[in-house]
């Protein structure tokens, strides 16, 4: 009797917004495994899998993914976290990892997934992506007709940046929050201020959607949305 | 008193995908707008709602979006539709539309929204889209770490899409069903059928994932999914 682990996007901030697929899979399980990124650290997903499930029978199991600049550390905490879960699967447990927005696009859950599939069964479950929602809630499409998007992480490289902005429609850009500056120089410099939107902290009480102000704070999950 | 439009994304096939905030609103509203190619044709996303959504109280309103290649047939058909949903938002009415996957990504409710926003209350409800759902079903992730993605409908171009491959880890072709065999050709040629996940009728009783099989029939909406 070996467990199963579930890979389960929470959409990406509005409860509501979860399937009911997920709602369901949650509610089924063993163990939850929370993602956070320092021991006592909130988690947002979890905030949102509380207000809509029923876990008053389950296992909270947080699992500590260090952000550390040091690489030996987040790969540390990661064997760590991968040991933790598999403990879990080992007894015999299912355990459901969840994370913001859609488990496949940038989520912890995919390094966990790779250490573990060759020994135990795995199923995943996809979320509304942050950028779906944003561009929802700002009335906007993300893409029409003909047209094709780009979406990038973060903000590595300004070229790389630019060249998307030549070539594609609509250009996102997630986890913006730490570079929101030199994008924004970059966007006033391209004459494209007008077409951006910017996505912070969607569906939840802090939200903002709307033109790229700069004076504004952004928090680590912003989204923008240029087209 | 006027009627607000709501557009809704009811995800990619499998009914359980539909959010709970999409269920609400669709059992809350007066009229339910179903666009079709044809008058008399089936709405896969009305069969996804019938599943999960109690509609018994609902007007059924099928709207036609002809696809015909005429550009004055589609234009036409457009009119049509939209005059025919303002008709039942001046009636006071609260109206759905609803659309396969997201609502913000290829959507036929952004023509009617554009045609309307100016005189009644818009909301958009997302959806889980087919890449997000696919890359779940087939156990891969759409991007990890630094990676960035692209996505594009059907395809127009073979420059463009080769570009793509070349300069993005993901490459994600929507609604491919019509260009397979050029875009086999284009994928063997560059070496890249090893890393092709092919989605047809994601959800439904006919879904296939798996590797691009060129003997195979595949329907409109088949995404493919290179990394």
Redo the contacts between chains.
Sequence with gaps: MRGTLL?I?V?PG????????A??AIEHVDVLAIPVSAAEEKSIAFEIVQE?CDIKDKVILPVVFSMSRVKEERLQSRKKAVERVKKELEAGRTVAMIALG??????TF?YV?KEL?TEFL????????SF??G???A????????????????F?DSE?FV??LQ??DTVIVMKAGRKMKEIYDLLLKWNRLDQTTVIANCGMPSEYIGSFDVNREYGYFTTLIIK
Tied chains: 1, 2.
Aim: glycine share 10%.
């Design positions: 890979g996007g959409g509005d409860p509501e917004l979860m399937t009911i697929k709602v369901r809509v859609d488990i496949g696009i940038y989520s995919m997934k599939e795995i199923k995943m479950i996809p979320g509304i992506p779906c929602a561009a929802s809630k009335l906007i499409s993300v893409v029409e007709g003909r047209e094709s998007f780009v979406v990038m992480p973060s590595q790389q060249q998307a070539q594609y």
